[in-house]
């Protein structure tokens, strides 16, 4: 596994480098982790120009 080398973003959240990386890591979400039933989106950050998941209840 290759780390980017991306700093983080002021909000905490882990950053993506774009929208595909982040639908990548939803789909990783419901394969290998915990299977939730709220569905993620991601979303283009403004702070830090990456992209970012938000569970939405
Ligand atoms: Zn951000």
């Known amino acids: 596994m290759k780390r980017p080398r991306a700093?983080?973003?002021?909000t905490g959240k882990f950053r993506?480098?774009?929208e595909t990386?982040?639908?990548?890591?939803?789909?990783?979400?419901h394969r290998g982790r915990r299977p939730r039933r709220g569905?993620?989106?991601?979303?283009?950050c403004t702070s830090c120009g990456g992209?970012?998941?938000?569970s939405e209840r």
């Open 51 to 54: 992209w970012h998941l938000t």
């Open 7 to 10: 700093r983080r973003c002021p």
């Open 16 to 18: 993506h480098p774009d």
């Open 39 to 44: 569905e993620q989106t991601a979303y283009a």
């Open 21 to 29: 990386a982040a639908r990548m890591a939803l789909q990783g979400y």
